[in-house]
């Protein structure tokens, strides 16, 4: 069994046929579905065609929804309302109730992640035992194909640690980044939001994750695939150590980290646990 544990609707030009099509073509057995309430003013331009420059949120919940219907034993419901905004726990609560909401996902927004109002909100999903996805991203660089300079979401990782340790009953994955660059003990992070060569030890993530039993890791996109692949090795070391707490995942449509998981030698058990078990734990 495989879970993708990281995607959206009508996510880069495709849709539910399509989608669907693409899950069949790589073995794909269900979709964790994210909405994305980015608004418009903090949402990088060329993210999300179908919705910029209209009222929508980058990736509506009504869209999740959409899949979810014509769809549903093809994917887990996930939704993740804007702190910020009045009477969030309130939706949280509506959107579990009346929907079955399953995940908390995905934040990606322009605020420290530590902010009162959001610590409210997934100390209130660790009560419900959602898991939350967020994303931190510093948008360093300045030209390029992921260039998003001044496109920075989450406050970067101090931010995010101090987030993981104010709720200790709640879990978060790890994910985007501004997270994967810090696999590295370097300081790329500074001008790279991918950053090549060689993985230098030390890192903030292998930190985190030795520190804090309520962080798993997002191995979505191709920030994750990045830090596992910079240093092949490093990387089966890596989801060796924390292969009870690593989740398979695409936020993309390409094969790549199968690729590299069905030929880095892992036994069947630890391939089990991050396709499909670990996500399992988490949304049974």
């Known amino acids: 069994m495989i879970i993708d544990s990281h995607n959206h609707p009508?996510?880069?030009?495709?849709?539910l046929e399509k989608t669907l099509e693409n899950m069949k073509r790589f073995n794909i057995d269900r979709t964790w579905l994210l909405s994305l309430e980015t608004p418009e003013h903090?949402?990088?331009p060329v993210y999300h065609p179908k919705t910029?420059?209209?009222?929508?949120?980058?990736?509506?919940?009504?869209?999740c929804l959409e899949y979810v219907?014509?769809?549903?034993d093809k994917f887990v419901l996930g939704y993740a309302p804007d702190?910020?905004?009045?009477?969030?726990?309130?939706?949280?609560?509506?959107?579990?109730?009346?929907?079955?909401?399953?995940?908390?996902?995905?934040?990606m927004l322009r605020m420290t992640y530590d902010h009162p109002d959001a610590i409210s909100l997934f100390r209130y999903c660790g009560e419900?035992?959602?898991?939350?996805?967020?994303e931190v991203n510093y948008g360093v660089e300045e030209e390029g194909p992921f260039a998003q300079p001044g496109y920075w979401y989450g406050g970067g990782i101090e931010a995010f640690e101090r987030l993981v340790r104010a709720c200790p009953d709640t879990v978060f994955l790890g994910h985007g980044p501004g997270f994967w660059a810090h696999i590295s003990g370097d300081d790329l992070y500074q001008t790279m939001s991918y950053p090549q060569g060689e993985i230098v030890s030390g890192g903030k993530v292998i930190e985190m994750m030795r520190t804090y039993d309520n962080l798993y890791c997002d191995l979505s996109a191709y920030s994750?695939?990045?830090?596992?692949?910079?240093?092949p090795s490093f990387g089966k070391e890596f989801l060796l150590e924390f292969q009870d707490r690593v989740l398979y995942g695409r936020d993309c449509w390409d094969n790549n980290l199968?690729?590299?998981?069905?030929?880095?030698?892992?036994?069947?058990?630890?391939?089990?646990?991050?396709y499909a078990g670990n996500s399992l734990k988490l949304v049974p």
């Open 10 to 15: 009508y996510y880069q030009m495709m849709n």
């Open 42 to 44: 903090e949402a990088w």
């Open 52 to 63: 910029f420059g209209t009222e929508d949120a980058a990736i509506p919940f009504a869209h």
């Open 69 to 72: 219907r014509n769809a549903p």
């Open 83 to 107: 702190p910020r905004q009045p009477h969030v726990i309130q939706k949280m609560e509506a959107a579990i109730e009346l929907y079955g909401v399953r995940v908390c996902g995905e934040i």
């Open 128 to 134: 419900k035992e959602l898991p939350v996805i967020v």
């Open 224 to 231: 994750g695939y990045n830090a596992l692949t910079r240093t």
């Open 258 to 274: 199968q690729l590299f998981l069905n030929g880095a030698g892992f036994t069947e058990e630890v391939l089990y646990k991050i």
